[in-house]
């Protein structure tokens, strides 16, 4: 099993409230990423990190922000969510080659399913 | 910008038979990564196999091969004595080799629902 966290699972929540998804690595992997996957349909990513200090906006435009504080911490922030925002996050990281160049090797984890009502 | 097809959304395949999952890609780099992602119900998504689009030979991963075809730009997944545990999504993944600056990020595809039926 990977040693990656997500924190909370399920989520239901207001909208308006502003929201944070933990997502923690014990593997000292420099690369994070943030993806967005609605039930059964394909990957979207969202932000991605090289490591601290470093965050990039991915391809699918998003009102989240993110920070990398700590190699190990990525938390994804919804300032105010909408019914919009209603989806599964997933929160991957990955190795940097010996040479730092991306590896394409993703390890995932569980997923946060978030509900705005 | 490269683009990965998987025209499957839904297979299924009886229990201990052999069943290919479908992908395509369309690309201009010439140095590139190919991969196949299982994503189990409600449970983490995984790498199952990696091919580098230099290397000829097709990678294997127990019970877990590839056919890769470069000039078709085809990456088929074959599962052979498929198991209930191999019933998922399955994502085929697309990313350029390091060339210098610029994005490196994976390229999924829209992914196949592969049920193993008992």
């Known amino acids: 099993e990977a040693d990656i966290y997500q924190t909370p699972r399920y989520l239901v929540i207001g909208t308006g409230k502003k929201i944070t998804l933990e997502c923690s690595q014990t593997?000292?992997?420099?690369?994070m990423y943030w993806y967005q996957q609605d039930p059964g349909m394909e990957l979207h990513l969202i932000h991605y990190?090289?490591?601290?200090?470093?965050?990039e906006k991915g391809d699918l435009s998003s009102e989240s922000t993110v920070s990398r504080i700590r190699t190990e911490h990525f938390p994804l922030t919804l300032e105010s969510a909408r019914p919009s925002h209603t989806s599964q996050y997933l929160c991957?990281?990955?190795?940097?080659?010996?040479?730092?160049?991306?590896?394409?090797?993703?390890?995932f984890g569980e997923g946060s399913r978030l509900t705005v009502l | 910008a490269q683009t990965v097809t998987q025209s499957q959304p839904e297979m299924s395949v009886q229990e201990a038979e052999t069943v290919t999952l479908s992908c395509t890609y369309d690309?201009?780099?010439?140095?590139?990564?190919l991969f196949w992602y299982k994503q189990p119900p409600s449970r983490q998504m995984i790498l199952v196999i990696r091919?580098?689009?230099?290397?000829?030979q097709n990678a294997t991963e127990n019970r877990f091969s590839v056919n890769f075809q470069k000039a078709a730009k085809s990456f088929s997944l074959k599962i052979s004595d498929s198991q209930l545990g191999d019933t998922a999504m399955y994502f085929c993944?697309?990313?350029?080799?390091?060339?210098?600056?610029?994005?490196?990020?994976?390229?999924f595809g829209k992914g196949t629902k592969l049920s193993v039926i008992p």
């Open positions: 990190s090289y490591g601290v200090n470093s965050t």
């Open positions: 593997m000292g992997h420099d690369k």
């Open positions: 993944a697309f990313m350029k080799s390091w060339s210098g600056a610029g994005s490196y990020q994976l390229t």
């Open positions: 991957a990281s990955s190795p940097l080659s010996g040479t730092g160049r991306d590896t394409g090797e993703l390890f």
């Open positions: 091919q580098e689009a230099y290397k000829q």
């Open positions: 690309t201009s780099e010439s140095n590139y990564y």
